[in-house]
C-alpha cells in the first residue's frame, strides 16, 4: 500500500533550526512535496524534490534520497511565524498525492 | 495572486439541509478537481476525483449519494453536502494540479462547514 509517515509534533526556538523528517512508499513515484499549513488555512507548496540531493530555497530547504525513501525539509532561523503544520505528500504513478497527517511545529521564544 | 478560487469560506447550516461548495480555477482549465476533507488536528483525506464531463470516482468509504461533486465545466467543480449531519463539519477543500504531469498543487482556500 501506499503511505507516508512524519512525525505528529516538534518544538523547536526562535532563531534555531529545525529538521522535519518523512519517509514515504507509493506506487511508483513522480516526486515529493512540502507544503505549510497554518491552521484554518489551505495549505500551501514549499516545495518539490525529484532527484536525490538538497534543494535550496531560501530559509527552507529541502532534501530526498530516493534509495531510502526519505526526505526532509529544514528551516533555519525559525522564526514565530514558522509555527504551522507541515504536510508532506508523495505523487504517484498517477499523479495522485499521498498526503502524510503533518508535523505541527510549536516554535517557542 | 490566487489560483483557485473556493466559496463560502465558511458556512453554518442546520442538520438535514444541503450545503454547496463551488471550486474556480481562474485563469486556466483544470479538467481535475480534488476534494479533500481535513478534521481538526489530521491530515488532508481524499473524498474524491471530479473530472469535467464525466463521473466523480469517490474514494472507499465516502457516500456518493451524500457528497454529490458536479464538474460541468473546465472552470468550476461544486461539492454538495446533502442532509448535512453535525459529523459532517468539517474542513472542506480543493485542489487541483495545473496542466498535465507533474505540477504543484493549488488548493481552494477552503470552507468551514458546521452543520448545528
Known sequence: GQNIDQPTEMTATEGAIV?????????????????????GEAPTFLSYNVLDGLEEKGRFSSF????????????KEL??????SYLCAGMDSNYQLIWGAGTKLIIKP | GAVVSQ???????????????????????ATTMFWYRQFPK????L?????E?????YEQGVEKDKFLINHASLT???????SAHPEDSSFYICSTLKGQGITEAFFGQGTRLTVV
Not at chain 2, 489530521?42 to 483525506?45: A, D, E, N, R
Open chain 1, 64 to 75: 530526498l534520497s530516493r534509495s531510502k525513501g526519505y526526505s526532509y525539509l529544514l528551516l
Open chain 2, 53 to 57: 464531463g464525466s463521473k466523480a470516482t
Open chain 1, 79 to 84: 522564526q514565530m511565524k514558522d509555527s504551522a
Open chain 2, 76 to 82: 468550476l467543480s461544486t461539492l454538495t453536502v446533502t
Open chain 1, 19 to 39: 529538521q522535519i523528517n518523512c519517509t514515504y512508499q507509493t506506487s511508483g513515484f513522480n516526486g515529493l512535496f512540502w507544503y505549510q499549513q497554518h491552521a
Open chain 2, 47 to 51: 473524498m474524491a476525483t471530479s473530472n
Open chain 2, 42 to 45: 489530521q491530515s488532508l483525506m
Open chain 2, 7 to 29: 466559496h463560502p469560506s465558511w458556512v453554518i447550516c442546520k442538520s438535514g439541509t444541503s450545503v454547496k461548495i463551488e471550486c474556480r480555477s481562474l485563469d486556466f482549465q
